[in-house]
């Protein structure tokens, strides 16, 4: 049992059981019927995604390429999910990993210029077990 962390609408590995969006929005253009037979999720939840100005931050950071821009982004997202709301989400699926497999994810390619690169470290930091 173990957190997978995805990209959204890739396929889905055996065995990994629900799949959590921790996206702002929505997929564009797909039916809310079609979530989790599109391999998007099958639970949104946005308490985990960063607030609209982060996210706009971290697109900025992305198109300029600067590191200290994604620094920047970096701290404010791990600021956002301090909060007691974001915190207690993270506790509790750090401690679920121990007991379930499921997944969260974001739409992004690349992991390592996405908010779920550091979801990833902050359930470390926690001791959930995460699938490689």
């Given at each position: 049992?173990?957190?997978?962390?995805?990209?959204?609408?890739?396929?889905?590995?055996?065995?990994?059981?629900?799949?959590?969006?921790?996206?702002?929005?929505?997929?564009?253009?797909?039916?809310?019927?079609?979530?989790?037979?599109?391999?998007?999720?099958?639970?949104?939840?946005?308490?985990?995604?960063?607030?609209?100005?982060?996210?706009?931050?971290?697109?900025?950071?992305?198109?300029?390429?600067?590191?200290?821009?994604?620094?920047?982004?970096g701290?404010?997202f791990?600021?956002?999910?301090?909060?007691?709301?974001?915190?207690?989400?993270?506790?509790?699926?750090?401690?679920?990993?121990?007991?379930?497999?499921f997944?969260?994810?974001?739409?992004?390619?690349?992991?390592?210029?996405?908010?779920?690169?550091?979801?990833?470290?902050?359930?470390?930091?926690?001791?959930?077990?995460?699938?490689?």
């Amino acid at each position: 049992m173990a957190i997978r962390i995805v990209r959204l609408g890739s396929e889905r590995a055996p065995g990994e059981g629900l799949r959590i969006g921790t996206v702002r929005r929505p997929p564009r253009g797909v039916p809310k019927s079609e979530f989790a037979s599109q391999n998007w999720y099958d639970v949104w939840y946005p308490n985990l995604a960063p607030s609209v100005e982060t996210m706009k931050e971290a697109q900025a950071a992305i198109a300029s390429g600067k590191p200290s821009e994604w620094a920047a982004f970096g701290r404010k997202f791990r600021s956002e999910m301090a909060q007691p709301e974001a915190s207690r989400s993270l506790d509790l699926l750090a401690a679920l990993s121990h007991q379930s497999a499921f997944s969260i994810g974001c739409y992004c390619e690349d992991e390592a210029r996405c908010h779920r690169s550091f979801l990833r470290a902050l359930l470390e930091e926690r001791g959930a077990e995460i699938v490689e």
